[in-house]
């Protein structure tokens, strides 16, 4: 009971510090520029570029598609998982204090019947290939970008120290998740958790996770190097689609730089607390990132919101494409069923 009490606290602290920061960022940041800044920004958009961005933002939801299909050993098909990653991606973008990663163990085992402890497994792999995607695309930007950067170099390498710490520790728990589960175990009995039903959740969950991993591990020779592929093609297009807005607003700075900054802003999804809808803390490290290769601070406050609005729209439309293809899905079985 005491457990249960104090999840449901912390679930509803880190609702109200989601807001909070939501709130605070975005009154700093519009000390800066004025909502017309913004909208200026948006209509001076040339519409073949909106198209193009959106291309290139469908081929990196089908490039994650294709990761979890070989993730989930190819037994749900990929016309399947498609609209199950379009919703899973707007409810995740959408919720604070990454809750809305939730919705695809959630859907994954509603609609195909698959443990939670998958679920689990799976995301954890995608999220861990995400962070070094990221991680490789930013080092190698910053090799190139760093004898022009404007900022404090020493935020820049604090930044690669807790990436690299961040990394160790999603390797850790993949090649020692068994110990970490007892670790988890033996903490949660030091609480007199360990016998609670949320604690024995955790743990029979924890408990059908680390196949999961360990199938994962030893799949094949070229397993891991199949997710990195994968992984680089999802954010290779993300940074493609990113870029081209880049240009339609007028940015023109090199190919390496817009990678740099653009990675600060991809980042704050690393955090464990965001603003609602990732609002505020996005355009706090799309700034910085921008700021950091001599972009005034207006137009890189006024690109990020305006950046931030289109993508949010695309997942918009794409969310609302999942959630009828589902329904329709969920019809056409229940029809199947009662026939």
């Known amino acids: 009971m005491k457990t249960t009490l104090f999840l449901t606290n912390r679930n509803t602290l880190a609702k ?65 998982l498609f609209p199950i990653i379009c919703l899973h991606n707007l409810i995740n973008q959408i919720l604070p204090a990454k809750t809305g990663e939730l919705s695809y163990i959630y859907l994954i085992k509603k609609i195909h019947d698959r443990t939670i ?17 990221i991680s490789v695309l930013f080092l190698v930007s910053f090799i190139f970008v760093l004898p022009s950067l404007t900022t404090n170099r020493g935020v820049v390498y604090t930044v690669i120290i807790i990436l690299g710490v961040f990394i160790g520790i999603l390797f850790l728990f993949l090649y020692k998740a068994r110990f970490c589960l007892k670790i988890v ?25 680390i196949p999961v991993l360990e199938r994962a591990r030893s799949g094949g020779k ?44 991809f980042m704050t999804a690393i955090l464990p607390v965001q603003g609602i809808g990732n609002f505020g803390t996005f355009e706090a490290g799309w700034t910085a990132g921008f700021l950091s290769v001599g972009l005034p601070a207006e137009l ?16 918009v439309l794409l969310g609302v494409y999942g959630y009828f293809s589902i329904n329709r899905a969920g019809l056409k079985r229940s029809a199947g069923t009662n026939e």
């Open 16 to 80: 109200i510090a989601a807001i909070c920061i939501t709130i605070i960022l975005i009154a700093i940041l519009f000390t800066q520029i004025s909502l017309e800044d913004i909208t200026q920004t948006l209509r001076q958009i040339n519409p073949v570029f909106l198209l193009a961005g959106f291309l290139l933002y469908v081929g990196c939801y089908l490039f994650r598609t294709l990761r979890f299909y070989y993730l989930l050993n190819e037994e749900i098909s990929v016309r399947e």
């Open 117 to 133: 402890g998958e679920g689990i497994a799976t995301l954890f792999l995608a999220r861990m290939f995400d962070v070094i995607s």
């Open 185 to 209: 175990s033996a903490f949660l009995s030091f609480i007199h958790a360990g016998t609670t039903k949320t604690g024995d959740f955790i743990l029979r969950k924890g408990a059908e996770t």
């Open 222 to 265: 070229y397993s891991y190097l199949v997710l990195f592929g994968l992984s680089l093609c999802i954010w290779g297009a993300l940074y493609s689609f990113t870029i081209v807005l880049v240009i339609a607003m007028n940015i023109h700075l090199s190919l390496p730089a817009m990678i740099f900054a653009c990675s600060f802003g």
């Open 300 to 315: 890189a406050i006024s690109t990020g919101f305006s950046y931030h609005i289109i993508n949010l729209l695309f997942n």
